[in-house]
Structure formats: C-alpha cells, structure tokens
C-alpha cells in the first residue's frame, strides 16, 4: 500500500471515530436534558405556585441577620415573594427572592476612610441599599435602609448532570451552593425548602447534607464506641510470650544437630 493510502485510511478512520464521539456526545446531552428540564419545570411550578399563594396570604416571619461592623438587622419581615426566568422556554435556570424588610433608618459610623471603603465593599457584595457619606476628617457616616434580599437561585449543570441550587442570605449574609441529583430534588425535598424559606423546622440541611439527621448522628456515635471499645481491648490483652528455643550453648557436650560425637 502506497503512503497516499495509508493517510487516506488514517484520515477515514479518524473521521469515522470524532463522528462517534459526536454522535455520543449528543446522546449524552439529549439524555441529561431528558432528565433535568422536566425536573427544572417542576421545581418552577412548585415555587410560583407557593411564591403566589404567600404573597396572598402574607404569613408572619422575622429574620434577623449579623452585620459585620454594625450588630444585629432584627425583626426585618418578609413582606413580597418572587420567582422569576430569563428562560421560559427551557427554564435553564430561574431565581426566587424574599423581600425581608425593617423599619425606619440605621445611621452609623466609621471612623477611618479605609474602615468606611471596607464597610461599603462588604455590605455592596450582600446586595443591600445604603448610602455614604465621607467627611473631611475621614470619618465615613452610612444611612442603612434595614433591608435583606433572601435568594434562590437554580440553574441545570449540564457538565455535572445536576441541579445547581445558590442560596444567599438564608441563616446569614453570604451564599452558598448546592449540587443536588435530579433525583433528589423530590416532593419531600421542595417541601422541607419551603419550610426552610418560612423559617420553620426542616429537615432541609440534612437533605443537602449540611448536617445529619438525629439516626445518623446515633450510629456514628455507635460505631465509634464500637471502635473505642476494641482498641481498649487490644491494648489490655497480654503480650504473647515470645517461643522459647534452645540454645546451642545449653545443649550436653558431644551433643550435635546429627547425635552423639563417635
């Protein structure tokens, strides 16, 4: 076979194979997307039907939140649900947010113009309405509006084949992510969420696995004690005494490995 063959072959056969990988790949996609959109349209319809029926209902819940360089925001009110896509066709990824609102104005102080720019970076970065005022002297002056956005957001990981759950200013300031199954995402999951989002007892961080439940917490206490207990064994059992030989030197004159010495 001619070297112009053999690149011909070479060429087919490396077409051949990056056609299967493409045809996998989107076998792959069509399968994940199969499985996360109708689990997104789902969690979508849960939410704003409970979005809907809370800002009809209006339920009573304070939050209160630890502000760095200032103390506690308290009793700040949910008073206005939302949910909301830029997606309403795929719903690749939508948000929930909870207006939690206070009343009146909060007026503090820093009293340096590096302590004043931290404060406004931190408190920018947590989405919350103030303004600032910087004197001559530096001293920095912030006109607080008690306000926190508490938000959901959920977006399809394609990569990961997961649902991507960020919450942000749910216990405290600040968020976090969740990287859950589709099959996780459950009626018992959306249930236990929206208890958490009214401040009520939910089994919500031991279903992300942020904690664990009272029954997992008592078999681990077990095993441990288990553990404990056969080390504390092993170490009180006696040492085994080494096998006693003889030795050359105890052995009778004339005696040898093979009897007696002729």
């Not at 302590?115 to 309405?129: D, F, G, V």
């Not at 530096?138 to 508490?150: D, R, S």
């Not at 080390?231 to 085994?240: K, L, Y």
């Amino acid at each position: 076979m001619s070297l112009l063959d053999d690149l011909k072959k070479e060429a087919e056969e490396k077409k051949a194979q990056e056609a299967a990988e493409k045809t996998s790949t989107t076998a792959q996609r069509d399968y994940i997307l199969g499985t996360l959109q109708p689990k997104m349209k789902e969690v979508f319809k849960y939410f704003k039907e409970l979005m809907d029926q809370l800002n009809v209902v209006k339920p009573d819940v304070l939050r209160t939140y630890e502000l760095k360089g200032y103390g506690k925001l308290e009793d700040l009110q949910q008073v206005k649900y939302r949910v909301w896509t830029d997606h309403p066709e795929t719903l690749e990824s939508f948000s929930i947010q909870i207006d939690c609102r206070g009343e009146g104005e909060i007026e503090f102080q820093k009293s340096s113009k590096e302590m004043a720019e931290q404060q406004r970076e931190y408190m920018w970065s947590h989405n919350l309405k103030f303004k600032a005022k910087l004197g001559g002297s530096g001293v920095g002056t912030f006109y607080l509006e008690p306000y926190v956005p508490l938000g959901f957001e959920f977006t399809m990981d394609t990569e990961k084949a997961a649902v991507r759950m960020r919450v942000k200013n749910l216990d405290a300031l600040g968020s976090s992510i969740f990287i859950l199954s589709p099959e996780a995402v459950n009626a018992e999951f959306l249930d236990e969420l929206g208890k958490t989002m009214l401040g009520q007892e939910s089994r919500f961080k031991e279903l992300t696995g942020s904690t664990v439940s009272d029954d997992v917490r008592q078999k681990l206490r077990e095993q441990l004690a288990k553990a404990q207990q056969a080390q504390a064994t092993a170490a009180a059992a006696p040492a085994a005494e080494p096998e006693k030989k003889d030795s050359l030197l105890k052995r009778p004159i004339g005696k040898g490995f093979f009897g007696d010495k002729k």
